[in-house]
């Protein structure tokens, strides 16, 4: 039983197109984030979301959205692909802490990783 | 600016050696800081979290160390084995929400 799943494991897309990577969680956690490990394997989050607060790495393009249809599902929507999007985006879950830092001091369970390829 | 560094980038061993991983980060104000192994081509798998009101955490085999005046922590791995190859990276959670990664320490061990 994956904790922390996402789908597709592998995207290849053409510029300019829209996509998805869906992210689901079961362990009952509160709190989901986006990862974007780049080919110099640099990992920088890009969203927190813990089901009434979104926090936005602000070097992220608006072209990205995240989308929660439910406490275990973070959906990534990303619109107008570049070539540099291609790169390794990963989910994650954790434990909130009901603090306002959203980033708190509870381990955080990663998926196995997308990784989108732009042609 | 908020950095974080690591050293060495890469690090072959053969088994059974005690080792140890530095992390370097510029500023001092963190909220905590997290050790992670990535296995090729899966996630991360969460390691040990030292809150920054922390000096070490243990678990097993490895522990941490967080000394934030000098902007420093460590990750002790003791009588390594072949299973403990992979990358380990270090993150550090700073107070105004930022989270930022080094790039990992590549770890071998030889059997």
């Known amino acids: 039983d994956t904790a922390v799943s996402q789908t597709p494991k592998y995207l290849v897309t053409q510029m300019g197109n829209d996509k998805s990577i869906k992210c689901e969680q079961n362990?009952?956690?509160?709190?989901m984030y986006w990862y974007k490990q780049d080919s110099k394997k640099f990992l920088k989050i890009m969203f927190s979301y813990n089901n009434k607060e979104l926090i936005i790495n602000e070097t992220v393009p608006n072209r990205f959205s995240p989308k929660s249809p439910d406490k275990a599902h973070l959906n990534l929507h990303i619109n107008s692909l570049e070539l540099g999007d291609s790169a390794v985006y990963f989910c994650a879950s954790s434990q909130d802490c009901g603090s306002r830092v959203t980033i708190c001091n509870q381990p955080q369970h990663f998926g196995d990783g997308t990784r989108l390829s732009i042609l | 600016k908020q950095e974080v560094t690591q050293i060495p980038a890469a690090l072959s061993v053969p088994e059974g050696e005690n080792l140890v991983l530095n992390c370097s980060f510029t500023?001092?104000?963190?909220?905590?800081l997290q050790w992670f192994r990535q296995d090729p081509g899966k996630g991360l798998t969460s390691l040990l979290l030292?809150?920054?009101?922390?000096r070490e955490q243990t678990s097993g085999r490895l522990n941490a160390s967080l000394d934030k005046s000098s902007g420093r922590s460590t990750l002790y791995i003791a009588a390594s084995q072949p299973g403990d190859s992979a990358t380990y990276l270090c993150?550090?959670?700073?107070?105004?929400?930022?989270?930022?990664f080094g790039a990992g320490t590549r770890l071998t061990v030889k059997p």
């Open positions: 362990l009952g956690h509160d709190t």
């Open positions: 030292i809150q920054s009101s922390q």
């Open positions: 993150a550090v959670v700073y107070n105004n929400n930022d989270m930022r």
């Open positions: 500023d001092s104000a963190i909220y905590n």
